[in-house]
């Protein structure tokens, strides 16, 4: 039978994929894009090491296939920041020292980026466009809003530290 191709964008490029329709989004990345930034911890949807932003959204790499992309536009922490500037999120996150091995730092950096998304889409539709007059959320929203990223060395404290900021 013909194979389909499945087109995306990753990192605002296109990319393509028509091999293995049961290869994971994770191991497209990775393996076949050369994008090792996401990273493989548990591969079964547990650590959130392998956070990527599809759409907007951020899903586990690991748990979703690469013939589900066609059309969607995915960014990795490739395409967050670059070398000579770092994204406002990645910054926050050194100057709070979020993290110690850096392994989980990729998923958490995407899982926070969408995240920070999330709560401004929350905003607007609370029928409100001024960020500042809007609720802002506690820290243990927070805290539920990160909690699909595990961090085995336990930089939980630092990694709320760096978010807290672009949440007041
Ligand atoms: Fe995907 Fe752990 S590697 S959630």
Not at 38 to 66: E, F, P, Y
Not at 105 to 122: H, V, W
């Given at each position: 039978?013909?194979?389909?191709?499945?087109?995306?964008?990753?990192n605002?490029?296109?990319?393509?994929?028509?091999?293995?329709?049961?290869?994971?989004?994770?191991?497209?990345?990775?393996?076949?894009?050369g994008?090792?930034?996401?990273?493989?911890?548990?591969?079964?949807?547990?650590?959130?090491?392998?956070?990527?932003?599809?759409?907007?959204?951020?899903?586990?790499a690991?748990?979703?296939?690469?013939?589900?992309?066609?059309?969607?536009?995915?960014?990795?922490?490739?395409?967050?920041?670059?070398?000579?500037?770092l994204?406002?999120?990645?910054?926050?996150?050194?100057?709070?020292?979020?993290?110690?091995?850096?392994?989980?730092?990729p998923?958490?950096?995407?899982?926070?980026?969408?995240m920070?998304?999330?709560?401004?889409?929350n905003?607007?539709?609370?029928?409100?466009?001024?960020?500042?007059?809007?609720?802002?959320?506690?820290?243990?929203?927070l805290?539920?809003?990160?909690?699909?990223?595990?961090?085995?060395?336990?930089?939980?404290?630092?990694?709320?530290?760096?978010?807290?900021?672009?949440?007041?």
């Amino acid at each position: 039978p013909d194979t389909i191709t499945t087109r995306m964008t990753v990192n605002g490029d296109d990319a393509a994929f028509d091999g293995d329709p049961r290869r994971s989004l994770l191991d497209f990345l990775r393996e076949d894009l050369g994008l090792k930034g996401s990273k493989k911890g548990c591969d079964h949807g547990q650590c959130g090491a392998c956070t990527v932003i599809v759409n907007g959204r951020r899903i586990n790499a690991c748990l979703s296939l690469a013939v589900m992309h066609d059309g969607d536009e995915i960014t990795t922490i490739e395409g967050i920041g670059t070398p000579d500037a770092l994204s406002p999120i990645q910054q926050a996150f050194v100057t709070h020292d979020g993290f110690q091995c850096g392994y989980c730092t990729p998923g958490q950096i995407c899982s926070a980026t969408a995240m920070l998304e999330e709560l401004k889409a929350n905003w607007s539709s609370a029928a409100t466009e001024d960020v500042a007059a809007a609720p802002q959320p506690s820290l243990e929203e927070l805290r539920e809003r990160m909690s699909g990223n595990l961090c085995r060395c336990g930089a939980y404290a630092n990694i709320i530290d760096a978010l807290k900021g672009f949440a007041q």
